[in-house]
């Protein structure tokens, strides 16, 4: 009996603001980052940014304090739901 070798494929792709399109014209939600509660500015440490990892359009930076980049946020509120504050 012959045995069958299998490769493993991972298709790997880099989603970017703007890869879906420019969204700021119809979003009715809008994020707001509270800049006294937010952890990254509070410690001023690199540490949490839970709306950066789970924002599935990438507007959110990774810089202390975050930023949102508004003309292509979808506003789904996904960033405000993970936030721990």
């Keep these: 009996m012959k045995t069958k070798e299998f490769c493993k494929m991972i298709s790997r792709s880099t989603p970017g603001p703007g890869d879906g399109g420019n969204t700021g014209s119809w979003r009715v939600l809008r ?3 509270d800049l006294e509660k937010c952890i990254p500015v509070k410690t001023n440490k690199r540490a ?10 990438c507007v959110v930076t990774k810089t202390i304090p975050p930023v949102i980049d508004f003309e ?5 509120g ?8």
Excluded: S, T
Excluded at 48 to 57: E, G, K, R, T, V
Excluded at 72 to 76: D, T
């Design 78 to 85: 996904i960033c405000a739901e993970e936030c721990p504050v």
């Design 31 to 33: 994020p707001v980052i």
């Design 72 to 76: 292509y946020c979808k506003g789904c």
């Design 48 to 57: 949490c940014f839970n709306c950066w990892l789970y924002c599935p359009d």
